[in-house]
């Protein structure tokens, strides 16, 4: 069945500094994939997608770019910021049967400090 | 518009109790989903809705009940609360989904339940 592996964190990182978060997948076909975002007390919300091989998505400063031949989606951002602290979901939707099942990494927390 | 919305915020039950949590959203979306967030097991979902008048079973549905009362609200109920139901609960919603178009879920902003 469909996975997706991301590390768990939590990420600490000063102002400015450069952010990755690895995610990788396992699934059959043709995945479009997600990155959703949690700000503290919130639900998550879209942050970026791609639909297909070599697709990148960007949004707010931040990007991923699907990877087929490593089934990877890592989310890059060149200059963080503390309103980035938040938790980060790279997710991987299917349509089965008239709803959209997802499946969800466990989050990457990630701490910006001033 | 207020999306999706959800309430309580927060709740502490005594073990054996019922609650219901209530979700609407006002975006006209034919799908609806209840999950819950667990430390180091990202989101499973509970129960959902493809469209007004059917609900399924998700992942991890015992101990639950869901209502779709009509096509804006979607209810979760426990009936009987255990401390292992001590988690975060999300509804969310979507525009229904199909072939390889992949829509987009908006979340409410959770309920916080405690179970002792």
């Known amino acids: 069945g469909n996975s997706v592996t991301q590390m768990e964190g939590p990420v600490t990182l000063s102002e400015e500094a450069f952010l990755t978060i690895n995610c990788t997948y396992t699934a059959t076909g043709y995945p479009s994939l997600f990155w959703y975002v949690q700000y503290p007390g919130e639900g998550l919300q879209l942050l970026l997608k791609?639909?297909?091989?070599?697709d990148k998505g960007s949004n707010k400063g931040f990007e991923a770019t699907y990877r087929k031949e490593t089934t990877s989606f890592h989310l890059e951002k060149g200059s963080v910021q503390v309103s980035d602290s938040a938790v980060y979901f790279c997710a991987l939707p299917l349509n089965s049967g008239g709803y959209q099942k997802v499946t969800f990494g466990i989050g990457t927390k990630l701490q910006v400090i001033p | 518009n207020a999306g999706v919305t959800q309430t309580p915020k927060f709740q502490v039950l005594k073990t054996g109790q019922s609650m219901t949590l209530q979700c609407a959203q006002d975006m006209n979306h034919n799908s609806m989903y209840w999950y819950r967030q667990d430390p180091g097991m990202g989101l499973r979902l509970i129960y959902y809705?493809?469209?007004?008048?059917?609900?399924d079973k998700g992942e991890v549905p015992n101990g639950y009940n869901v209502s779709r009362l009509n096509k804006r609200e979607f209810s979760l109920r426990l009936e009987s609360a255990a401390p292992s139901q001590t988690s975060v609960y999300f509804c969310?919603?979507?525009?229904?989904?199909?072939?390889?178009?992949?829509?987009?879920?908006?979340f409410g902003p959770g309920t916080r339940l405690t179970v002792l």
């Open positions: 791609a639909t297909k091989a070599d």
């Open positions: 969310a919603s979507s525009e229904a989904s199909t072939g390889t178009r992949y829509n987009e879920q908006f």
């Open positions: 809705s493809a469209s007004e008048g059917t609900t």
